[in-house]
């Protein structure tokens, strides 16, 4: 019998429904070819139904998407909604009601793929950056007092309990371990001045990696000297390891060293719980509707899911299919210089991963 499973799209605002169908219709493609039934359930969370209907996300979004077995993301972000609202009130709200704690984002160059590094190549640039994805300063309480007086004051506190690092630093582990590359482990932050959220993490960094993970190489970098080593030696790293805002920042760092936004994808796991793949790039209103944006993003995105799920033959399809694709087809990642269409892109991938 076949193995089945129930997928949540969220295909949201600008570009995402466009490159979401893309990414479905490889999943079908791939689902037909390994003999998976995949059964799709769309929800329209994102800026037209808020416009429409003033509410952000219906009441049961969270509770309905945990059926699920894997939820697949475009993009939230509405030029007419003011920042922050949907971000907040959708993507944020379900990482953190999902308690999807982990944000993973793997950095891989592949063959064919432009890269602003100079001299370096698909050798050079792997690795994988483990994002705390439900703490720090994305939660911790803030506020601001007299606003618009000349005394206001604000703030935004970042917090981390000792179970929220742990449990990032064991998936991180775990996952450097299961990778099996140059199995080390680096962790990102700032010690020299965030001396209390900093001296927690890499307590614990060395105790659980002295304890329980002896196999694996124990790095540390700050924050800064990271963001420069990410352009001049990309090939020191294997995995990454850091707090929510530093990911945030970094990995858009990490995005454009592997081609840009058109190609970089991303996971909200929860490693008890459901996970949601998603595109890192934004919902490019400017390009929505023409047919030109790049769809590869997504469709990475729908591998990761299926890797997630522990259909590896069928993420492999999806892995290779893209690099076929960008060996014999695709000739620019930048939307409206692909040669091709957002959809003859699709259609491309879904044969070869159905091949
Ligand atoms: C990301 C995005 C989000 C974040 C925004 C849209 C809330 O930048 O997924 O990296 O800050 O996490
Ligand atoms: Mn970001």
């Known amino acids: 019998m076949s193995k089945s499973y129930n997928i949540a799209v969220l295909p949201g605002d600008g570009t995402g429904p466009e490159v979401v169908a893309e990414g479905v219709k490889v999943l079908k493609a791939v689902a037909a070819a390994e003999n998976l039934s995949l059964d799709f359930t769309e929800y329209d969370f994102g800026g037209e139904r808020y416009l429409r209907t003033g509410e952000v996300i219906p009441e049961t979004a969270v509770s309905d998407l945990q059926k699920h077995d894997g939820i697949f993301l475009g993009a939230i972000g509405h030029p007419d909604v003011k920042p922050g609202i949907l971000e907040k009130g959708i993507l944020l709200k379900l990482r953190f009601e999902l308690d999807q704690y982990i944000n993973l984002r793997p950095i891989k160059l592949l063959p064919n793929v432009e890269t602003p590094l100079k001299d370096k190549g698909p050798e050079e640039i792997d690795y994988v950056i483990v994002r705390e994805n439900t703490g720090g300063i994305y939660t911790g309480t803030g ?62 960094f060395h105790e659980l990696g002295e304890a329980e993970y002896p196999d694996i190489k124990r790095e540390y970098y700050h924050v800064d000297a990271a963001c420069m080593w990410m352009v001049k030696s990309p090939e020191w790293f294997d995995v990454l390891v850091t707090t929510n805002m530093f990911g945030d920042i970094i990995t858009d760092l990490g995005a454009i060293t592997q081609g840009g936004m058109g190609i970089a994808s991303g996971g909200n796991i929860n490693p008890e719980g459901v996970s949601m ?37 069928a993420a492999k399809r999806v892995e290779n299919a893209v690099a076929k694709a960008l060996q014999n087809d695709i000739q620019s990642l930048a939307a409206g210089k692909m040669g091709m269409s957002t959809s003859q892109v699709g259609d491309k991938i879904a044969e070869y991963a159905a091949s």
């Not at 601001?144 to 630093?169: D, F, N, P, W």
């Not at 700032?190 to 959220?197: A, D, M, P, R, S």
């Open 277 to 313: 793949f998603e595109p890192i790039g934004g919902s490019a209103p400017k390009y929505t509707g023409q047919g030109i944006i790049n769809p590869l993003a997504a469709i990475g995105a729908a591998g990761m899911l299926l890797e997630n799920l522990g259909e590896d033959a």
């Open 143 to 204: 506020g601001i007092s007299q606003k618009g007086t000349e005394h206001e004051v604000a703030m935004q506190t970042m917090v981390y309990s000792r179970h929220q690092v742990e449990r990032c630093l064991r998936f991180a582990f775990e996952y450097t371990r299961k990778r099996n590359k140059r199995k080390t482990l680096g962790l990102v932050g700032k010690t020299n001045v965030l001396t209390y959220v900093f001296d927690l993490w890499e307590r614990v």
